[in-house]
């Protein structure tokens, strides 16, 4: 992809970016490595921290669809004429709550993207 930026700015700032994420990395191995027992408060917030990095990785492609957001997972329509009619809406969102759902129920990696990549297989190749 061009750019108007000069190669100098682009490794400038990859420079400065890893430099920040090496400093905020080590900020917290020299932290630690300086208390003794680390408390139970950050212990229990430190647990959700992968679940957090999961969900802001995962979230963008579930709702981002074709450049903008897609929140509606079904679509309901009703008229005078046709009646109620239901039609997927962002069936990647609606598989992805299955998932959820899978995930709630099992607890079970292997099951919760068995039941997303079946719900979506259906609803892109059946429905």
Do not use: C, K, Q
């Amino acid at each position: 992809m061009p750019t108007d930026y000069g190669p100098v700015a682009i490794w400038g700032v990859a420079a400065v970016v890893g430099l920040a994420t090496f400093a905020v990395r080590g900020s917290f191995v020299y932290l630690f490595g300086r208390i003794e027992t680390v408390p139970p408060r950050v212990t229990r917030a430190l647990r959700f921290v992968p679940p957090a990095v999961f969900a802001a990785l995962v979230v963008p492609s579930l709702v981002v669809v074709d450049g903008s957001a897609d929140l509606v997972p079904v679509a309901v329509s009703a008229s005078a004429s046709e009646g109620v009619s239901v039609a997927v809406g962002n069936e990647r969102l609606l598989a992805g709550l299955v998932a959820a759902g899978a995930a709630w129920v099992t607890e079970d990696v292997f099951a919760t993207i068995a039941a997303g990549m079946l719900t979506l297989w259906f609803l892109r190749f059946v429905v």
